[in-house]
């Protein structure tokens, strides 16, 4: 059965526009997890954009279920994790003028500094994934750097113009799926899916977890975040 993580950094990115305390993404999390989420993902930005530190000490005490950190390979940021130790960290590459993240880490240009990393927070039992583009040269520096999973970039799949764009984004990923395998890295995808196009993404061979934050919030807005968890829930379990 493939997971659920749901990101919660958007809930976060509300309460910042008015650097109040609500809503709260704590409060948020809780509900995912009432709601039937296997996972809680939040991005620790260095800019502190939308989840906070407090945001990240109070989920590691109350999140039930498994907590996965978004994060760029930053001294203090690696210093952070390894003081609240999530069960997981997914190292992104991290812009300051993006909206979002753009695009995979790149891992062969820095294998060694992520290799260093990667040992450091598996000795303290700590999960490392790589969130990286479905690209032979990237899976296999993902490998060499010590990752447990790879998070395989689904953005251009989700933002493809037309069918056929999307079947060869499609067709990518499922080859990367293939050969992370190959390699012994665990497999898992994310970014930009929907309730929509998730669905073709269910086809990925190995598939582990899913990591959906936009969508979700999104459609709560309109139906309620257990409702919107549950919708997500309800289509993964009707496939895979």
């Not at 069918?163 to 050969?179: S, V, Y």
């Amino acid at each position: 059965m493939i997971k659920l993580g749901v990101n919660v950094d958007h809930v976060a990115t509300l309460r910042q526009a008015r650097r109040g305390r609500e809503p709260d993404p704590v409060w948020a999390a809780a509900i995912c997890e009432l709601a039937g989420a296997d996972i809680i993902t939040v991005h620790l930005r260095e800019d502190r954009r939308h989840i906070q530190d407090r945001d990240l000490e109070l989920l590691r005490r109350t999140v039930q279920t498994k907590l996965n950190l978004e994060m760029a390979n930053n001294e203090e940021i690696v210093k952070i994790a390894l003081d609240v130790k999530p069960e997981q960290v997914t190292i992104v590459p991290e812009r300051r003028e993006e909206v979002t993240t753009e695009g995979g880490l790149d891992v062969k240009a820095n294998l060694d500094a992520l290799a260093q990393t990667a040992e450091k927070f598996q000795a303290a039992g700590i999960l490392v994934s790589y969130f990286i583009d479905p690209d032979d040269d990237q899976l296999e520096a993902s490998r060499g750097a010590g990752a447990d999973f790879v998070e395989l970039h689904t953005g251009a799949y989700a933002n493809a113009a037309g069918e056929a764009e999307a079947d060869e984004e499609l067709e990518k990923l499922l080859r990367a799926a293939h050969l992370g395998k190959e390699l012994a890295l665990r497999i898992n995808a994310g970014h930009g899916l929907n309730y929509l196009n998730v669905v073709d993404i269910f086809t990925l061979p190995h598939l582990e977890e899913l990591h959906i934050g936009h969508s979700i919030i999104s459609r709560a807005v309109f139906v309620g975040l257990d409702r919107a968890v549950k919708e997500m829930l309800a289509l993964i379990r009707s496939i895979t």
